[in-house]
């Protein structure tokens, strides 16, 4: 995304040296002209780009919690035979999801025992 921001930097820069050059100075400004009624036809109609953007969102955040819930071998099940092939030996792949719980499971229960009772306290503890 950042590269055609980038390109789109350097045709503007083009355009806004083209309007000091007197031979281009007309086609920049037709062109400047053009980019301005393009951008008031899109404005006229933001309803419609609007719920373009929030169908591209949508879509783009279900892939990826689609990717987070599924197995990787289900999302590439080329890597199995790849791995086999370079001679690694076959590790079980779980869903994002399900190591996510497991680590947070974990450091649940290490904050539990941190902060459980011990010594003259645990006596007052219900």
């Not at 035979?81 to 680590?103: C, D, F, Q, V, W």
Request: glycine residues 6%.
């Amino acid at each position: 995304m950042n590269q055609y921001l980038v390109y789109f930097a350097i045709g503007i820069g083009l355009l806004l040296v083209a309007l000091v050059v007197p031979g281009l100075k007309v086609l920049a400004e037709a062109i400047l002209k053009l980019l301005l009624e393009f951008f008031v036809e899109i404005f006229k109609r933001k309803g419609m780009f609007i719920v373009w953007l929030i169908k591209t969102l949508a879509g783009d955040h279900m892939r990826v919690i689609q990717h987070a819930m599924q197995d990787r071998d289900t999302l590439d099940p080329t890597e199995k035979i790849r791995m086999e092939a370079e001679g690694y030996e076959e590790e079980p792949h779980e869903p994002l999801s399900k190591r996510l719980t497991k680590h947070c499971n974990a450091l649940l229960d290490d904050v539990k025992r941190q902060f459980k009772p011990s010594g003259k306290n645990a006596a007052k503890a219900p």
